[in-house]
């Protein structure tokens, strides 16, 4: 059964730092077979909204208003995707979660925007970020 488990979020003041994990567990990233991972939040009331995404050469994407503060990266022998946040702002506030396409030929295009539209398998259950002034 594939599980993603996110941790690391929290309360923090602007200006702040976070760094999320998800661990993934019940199959294996394949750089072989390809694949597409991402961050994504949701805050109350809001859609949710892609926040930063990564394929399996190292290709990254990030949503524009979090540029320059976040950066997505991935330990592919722990199954293990980070999500470094600084220098956070109250609208960062937000459940976060990450989400997993395996998909031969999966890309994430540096700029585009794409990626957050992708159907991701699987899923997991979130870690919230709360950002106070």
């Known amino acids: 059964q594939v599980q993603l488990v996110e941790s690391g979020g929290g309360s923090v003041q602007v200006g702040g730092s976070l760094r999320l994990s998800c661990v993934g567990s019940g199959y294996t990233y394949s750089t072989s077979r390809g694949y597409c991972m991402g961050w994504f939040r949701q805050a109350p009331g809001k859609e949710r909204e892609g926040v930063a995404g990564v394929d399996n050469d190292g290709n990254t994407s990030y949503k524009e208003s979090v540029k320059g503060r976040f950066t997505i990266s991935q330990d592919n022998a722990k199954n293990t995707l980070y999500l470094q946040m600084d220098s956070l702002k109250p609208e960062d506030t937000a459940m976060y979660y990450c989400?997993?396409?395996?998909?031969?030929?999966?890309?994430?295009?540096?700029?585009?925007?794409?990626?957050?539209?992708?159907?991701?398998?699987?899923w997991g259950q979130g870690t919230q970020v709360t950002v106070s002034s």
């Open positions: 989400a997993v396409l395996g998909r031969p030929g999966c890309v994430v295009v540096p700029g585009s925007t794409a990626w957050m539209v992708y159907q991701y398998n699987y």
